[in-house]
T-cell receptor, first 114, second 116 residues
Framework: GAGVSQSPSNKVTEKGKDVELRCDPISGHTALYWYRQSLGQGLEFLIYFQGNSAPDKSGLPSDRFSAERTGGSVSTLTIQRTQQEDSAVYLC????????????FGPGTRLLVL | AQKITQTQPGMFVQEKEAVTLDCTYDTSDPSYGLFWYKQPSSGEMIFLIYQGSYDQQNATEGRYSLNFQKARKSANLVISASQLGDSAMYFCAMREGRGSSYKLIFGSGTRLLVRP
C-alpha cells in the first residue's frame, strides 16, 4: 500500500515568510509524528498526534511552530516568520497505534530559508 | 545526558563482508524499544529492525540482526554479506515507555561505505 507522503518535497522561502508543510500518513495509522533533521541538531522530535487526544507539543522549538491534524489523517506543520535556523529536513512518520512499535517515515520536506 | 550514542561517525566495509554498527543507550524505563533505520542519500528513513526490551531473543530481519546486550545497554546492528546498496547513514533510535508519547530518540548516526 501507499506509504507516508509529504509535500512539498523542497521549499525555498525568504526569511520572515510563513510556510506550511503537509503530511499524509499511511491509511489507518492513528499515530503521527513530526521530526526535524538538521546538521547541527541531528534528528529531533517536534510533535505527536494520536487520535482525538491532545497533541504532545513538547518538541516544538518556539511558538512560531504549530501543527494540526484534521480528521485524524492529514497533518500540516506551519512555521511562521521563518528564520534561517529553521532550514532543515522535516520528516513525518506514522504508526498503526502508539503501542505499535514501528514508525514509518515519509520522504521529508527540505526547507531552505534564505 | 545523551540517551543514544553512536560512536562511529563513519565506517568502511568490503563488499560481501559483515559489519557491526555500534549503539549504546541509556534509560531507566523498564519498557523500551530499540530501532535501526537506514537513510540513503535520497533522504528517506527506512525501517530495518526492532528489538523490544522484554524480547528474549535477538531480532533478525534478513541480512540484518540486532545484537542486544541488555545489561550493557547496547544494541548493535550487524549487517551480513554487505552489498553496495548498503552504503548509507544508519541511525539507532529508542522509544521509551508510556507517558513519553512514544517518540523516537535518535543517535547521531553512522555513515557506512561499502567498498567493491
Amino acid at each position: 500500500g501507499a506509504g507516508v507522503s509529504q509535500s512539498p518535497s523542497n521549499k525555498v522561502t525568504e526569511k520572515g515568510k510563513d510556510v506550511e508543510l503537509r503530511c499524509d500518513p499511511i491509511s489507518g495509522h492513528t499515530a503521527l509524528y513530526w521530526y526535524r533533521q538538521s546538521l547541527g541538531q541531528g534528528l529531533e522530535f517536534l510533535i505527536y498526534f494520536q487520535g482525538n487526544s491532545a497533541p504532545d507539543k513538547s518538541g516544538l522549538p518556539s511558538d512560531r511552530f504549530s501543527a494540526e491534524r484534521t480528521g485524524g489523517s492529514v497533518s500540516t506543520l506551519t512555521i511562521q516568520r521563518t528564520q534561517q535556523e529553521d532550514s532543515a529536513v522535516y520528516l513525518c512518520a506514522s504508526s498503526l497505534a502508539p503501542m505499535q512499535e514501528t514508525q514509518y517515515f515519509g520522504p521529508g520536506t527540505r526547507l531552505l530559508v534564505l | 545526558a545523551q540517551k543514544i550514542t553512536q560512536t562511529q561517525p563513519g565506517m568502511f566495509v568490503q563488499e560481501k563482508e559483515a559489519v557491526t554498527l555500534d549503539c549504546t543507550y541509556d534509560t531507566s524505563d523498564p519498557s523500551y524499544g530499540l530501532f535501526w533505520y537506514k537513510q540513503p542519500s535520497s533522504g528517506e528513513m527506512i525501517f530495518l529492525i526492532y528489538q523490544g526490551s522484554y524480547d528474549q531473543q535477538n531480532a533478525t530481519e534478513g541480512r540484518y540482526s540486532l545484537n542486544f546486550q541488555k545489561a550493557r545497554k547496547s544494541a548493535n546492528l550487524v549487517i551480513s554479506a554487505s552489498q553496495l546498496g548498503d552504503s548509507a547513514m544508519y541511525f539507532c533510535a529508542m522509544r521509551e515507555g508510556r507517558g513519553s508519547s512514544y517518540k523516537l530518540i535518535f543517535g547521531s548516526g553512522t555513515r557506512l561505505l561499502v567498498r567493491p
